[in-house]
């Protein structure tokens, strides 16, 4: 256990010290932001530090820039959620609106839901939001989308094995 | 053994006792259950504890999406898809391969990314970093220590308290508003454990829930079926997924945590930074040559940064900043 522990951090400094300045860079030239670039560039080497095993990677720049990839993306999404989010907010009644304070843990949860339902097929997310959160029937859903019953009942599904997978599997 | 009695709330379970959980979830959660199928679950459930477990899962999964704004949400979601959808097809793919890639590698951080979206929707909760003391409408009171979450679930029969993530103490109410005292219960995914009029602590981690009781007693019910066990007053155990170990003499620091201290004696220097690194952001590391050595002393939970420099003045070590979040603590060569 503690040869791995050593040999986990002797690897990231080797990666820190070694690949570092050219991620930074790598980060800058696609997303034209140095501060978000760095932002970016230190999650990665938070990612790297909290492994459990060494990856002993032969490419560790290509290591590196999958990590940094998979950030970016989920940047993007994230970015692509906060326009829905105050596009949505800016034509919803007053009263409706999330009282201030929930706002931010709203838009928390909703970034989270987003990332997990990443990969899903459209119409599978599309039934599985609407069991989740209007709280339809797999009947209705049939309905609503136009499909089977069976086929509804086996979109249902599939988001559910895959939110079960990404909480209890990964 | 197979089909062991006792499976850790981590522990991975068969595929087709997942897929069966969920089955069940598509015919009972979501569509009109009929009584043959009511009675047919039940036997289901009954006939392995891995099922009742998996069940439990996937009934977690359904809570993740309650109390949040139906409509608000549906449309935020929908709206960001839409607009996915309109960015251009050949990006989109690629993208898409990478993100399954980037998850991968990256599955360890995944469980801690869930841990906002567990924060919004439990009754009370902390940041790392963050201590709070609620008080109940019992009269009960509940500290929590940091990056912690609770809910409370109060009826007229009994009070419960469901211990999400992290470490509370607890100091039970003389429950004086109702008409007959209610019993107190902790739920964990481990076991519950009944107060028996007390102050105590239970500590949440991945694989077991540690209690510690400083006054009273409290009953321990293993998840698993397992033997019921009293701690009392000064006593400590641990309820594993092997069951609950015997109590022992419990350590006098292990609610220093609600004095903002961590009181440490003759302590392995690697377990004071572990506990350390609990109330900040990022991680220390600990050289794994000093990880031994024993340390005493009081160091504050709320200033982690002075902790740190208390820490580098008392001992030959060298605390080093990589960034902010990047803490690395190794021997002191300079002599």
């Known amino acids: 256990m503690r040869t791995v522990e050593c040999e986990l951090q002797r690897e990231a400094e080797d990666l820190y010290r070694g690949h570092h300045g050219w991620l930074q860079g790598w980060l800058r030239r696609k997303l034209g932001d140095a501060m978000e670039a760095a932002d970016i560039a230190q999650d990665v080497f938070i990612r790297v530090l909290t492994r459990q095993q060494p990856v002993r990677a032969h490419e560790p720049r290509a290591y590196l820039s999958t990590i940094a990839r998979g950030l970016v993306i989920d940047h993007w999404r994230r970015r692509a959620l906060e326009r829905a989010w105050l596009d949505t907010l800016a034509v919803l009644p007053e009263a409706e609106a999330p009282s201030p304070e929930n706002r931010a843990l709203v838009l928390e949860a909703l970034i989270e839901i987003d990332r997990m339902l990443d990969s899903l097929k459209p119409q599978v997310r599309t039934a599985f939001l609407w069991a989740q959160l209007e709280g339809l029937s797999c009947p209705q859903i049939a309905s609503r989308l136009g499909v089977s019953l069976a086929t509804a009942e086996r979109y249902v599904a599939r988001a559910l094995r895959h939110c079960y997978a990404l909480r209890f599997e990964s | 053994m197979s089909g062991g009695l006792s499976a850790a709330a981590s522990e991975r379970l068969p595929d087709d006792i997942v897929d069966a959980a969920?089955?069940?979830?598509?015919r009972l959660d979501y569509n009109t259950a009929t009584p043959a199928a009511k009675q047919a679950f039940a036997r289901w459930l009954d006939a392995d504890p891995r099922h009742a477990q998996a069940w439990g899962?996937?009934?977690?999964l359904r809570s993740d999406f309650s109390g949040l704004p139906a409509r608000?949400?549906?449309?935020?979601?929908q709206a960001a898809e839409a607009g996915r959808r309109g960015a251009a097809v050949g990006r989109r793919r690629a993208l898409r391969v990478l993100s399954l890639s980037g998850v991968a590698l990256a599955s360890g951080w995944v469980v801690r990314e869930t841990t906002p979206w567990q924060r919004l929707l439990a009754d009370a909760s902390t940041r790392v970093g963050e201590q709070r003391t609620l008080r109940l409408a019992d009269g009960s009171v509940v500290m929590l220590n940091t990056d912690s979450a609770i809910s409370a679930d109060f009826s007229a029969e009994r009070r419960v308290l469901v211990l999400r993530r992290g470490e509370i103490m607890i100091t039970t109410g003389d429950d004086a508003g109702a008409a007959a005292k209610r019993p107190f219960w902790v739920s964990t995914p481990f076991g519950t454990l009944r107060a028996l009029g007390t102050r105590f602590v239970v500590r949440l981690e991945r694989s077991e829930v540690r209690v510690s009781v400083q006054e009273g007693a409290v009953?321990?019910?293993p998840a698993d079926g397992g033997e019921t066990v009293v701690i009392h007053s000064g006593e400590r155990s641990v309820l594993g997924p092997t069951g609950t170990s015997r109590p022992v003499a419990a350590d006098a620091d292990d609610d220093a945590w609600?004095?903002?201290?961590i009181t440490g004696r003759d302590m392995r220097l690697a377990d004071l930074l572990a506990e350390l690194s609990r109330y900040?952001?990022?991680r220390i590391v600990c050289d794994p040559q000093i990880a031994d050595w024993r340390v005493s002393g009081v160091f504050h939970v709320r200033d982690t940064e002075r902790a740190l420099r208390f820490l580098a003045q008392v001992q030959p070590v060298v605390v080093r900043y990589r960034t902010r979040y990047w803490v690395i603590v190794e021997a002191d060569r300079t002599g």
Do not use: F, M
Request: net charge negative.
């Open chain 2, 72 to 77: 608000l949400a549906q449309d935020v979601l």
């Open chain 2, 22 to 26: 969920i089955a069940w979830s598509v």
């Open chain 2, 258 to 261: 609600t004095d903002g201290v």
């Open chain 2, 280 to 282: 900040r952001s990022g």
């Open chain 2, 219 to 221: 009953e321990v019910h």
């Open chain 2, 57 to 60: 899962r996937v009934a977690a």
